[in-house]
DNA sequence: TAGCAAACGGAACAAAGTTCCCCTTGGTCG
DNA sequence: CGACCAAGGGGAACTTTGTTCCGTTTGCTA
């Protein structure tokens, strides 16, 4: 158990050089995951925060938990967007629509994070789970709202929804000519009760 | 270049023992994708095979290459389908969407080829320009009959198209509660012309 | 049957994540 | 003020996987 989660309060347990060098490692991975994507070695963050890479590891169990971490505050806002979307749009629809084009904005300006969400390699399943956890309960709100308003059909689910747009994203990056957030969109009109 | 080296002759001819390796190459690797997935260790399909690795670089200059060899068939028979779903669907999108189906299928069966297919590491966009190239104008034709008859909006193009709907199975065979074919369905209908 | 180029096997090399272990050091206590 | 020691750090080493290299074997042909 990590009291990562301690924002703001400075923890005694730890020794003053191990939260500068966390703090360090931060910086550094954001930093190269904004020049050399997500997938960037374990080693290229390591030397660019000047630490070696049992550093890394004393901080951060596994890769993903970095990725985690770097991002958590983003997808943070992401998820709470969610209801402020439902207030202010016109319809639940509408809200959904404008909430996934946030998510596919959000993973799609991340060299390589929808790639990697969604690989089984080991250690990534803590990278999934946060973001399903954070995020499904959103969508789930959404899609019920609009399912409440009769505006689309009520048979997928959250979590199925949100892979498949995750999905979409991958590699959106790389190629001027894929457009995911159109496809997503294509996906969300997809939704609509077929009256 | 085909084979370097034969001054003036029709060297047509592989060594038998090159031609029997080969055979045995394509269906280890069949075997192990089977049963381990596309992403399986090159040793092991050498083992599998029989032979060393260095007789799978001699016939496939890459991975993707034997993965591409393994499949070609099959892709084949997913062109082919193309034009006669066209003629036998009641309508062009109704065949879109038969035809998506099939695409669904094949790569979902295929465990991790999905993923393999838009990953960019070195070595993989022979896999992924195969699919491509054999596909994609099949794609085209439906998407312009649909279109043509007004059934579907004309601004989506197949390869992106067809790029989104490879990205939807990705991981689809990992968990049963995600139904890549629903999804992709999801997207075809989401091109229906709005009126 | 001899010779040779083609084909083979697998050791060796190159990335990449992860672990291990010995050394350094911050903070406390005498 | 200095000694102590566990937390922390560094990076070599281990593991896995794709790929290359090269000495050896072997199918074919003359």
């Known amino acids: 158990m990590d009291d990562g989660g301690n924002a703001g309060r400075p923890a005694r347990s730890q020794r003053a050089d191990a939260r500068r060098n966390k703090e360090a490692l931060l910086d550094a991975a954001a930093a190269v995951f904004v020049a050399s994507g997500v997938e960037a070695p374990v080693r290229d963050i390591a030397a660019k925060a000047g630490v070696g890479v049992g550093t890394i590891y004393r901080h951060f169990p596994t890769r993903a938990d970095l990725i985690v971490a770097v991002y958590r505050h983003q997808v ?83 979590l199925e929804l949100m892979r498949g747009v995750g999905n979409l994203c991958i590699g959106a990056d790389k190629d001027p000519d894929y457009d995911a957030r159109r496809l997503a969109g294509l996906l969300i009109t997809g939704l609509r009760r077929t009256e």
Chains 1, 2 share one sequence.
């Not at 806002?77 to 402020?84: F, R």
């Not at 629509?97 to 250690?123: C, E, M, N, P, Y």
Request: hydrophobic fraction near 50%; include cysteine.
């Open 76 to 158: 943070e806002s992401c998820a709470e967007a969610g209801p402020a979307l439902l207030a202010s749009s016109p319809t639940p629809h509408a809200a959904l629509a404008r909430w996934i084009d946030l998510f596919v904005d959000f993973l799609v300006t991340k060299h390589g994070l929808a790639a990697v969400l969604q690989s089984d390699s080991a250690g990534f399943e803590t990278l999934h789970a946060y973001f399903l956890d954070r995020l499904v309960p959103v969508c789930t709100r959404l899609l019920d709202a609009a399912a409440a308003a009769g505006e689309i059909r009520s048979d997928v689910a959250a």
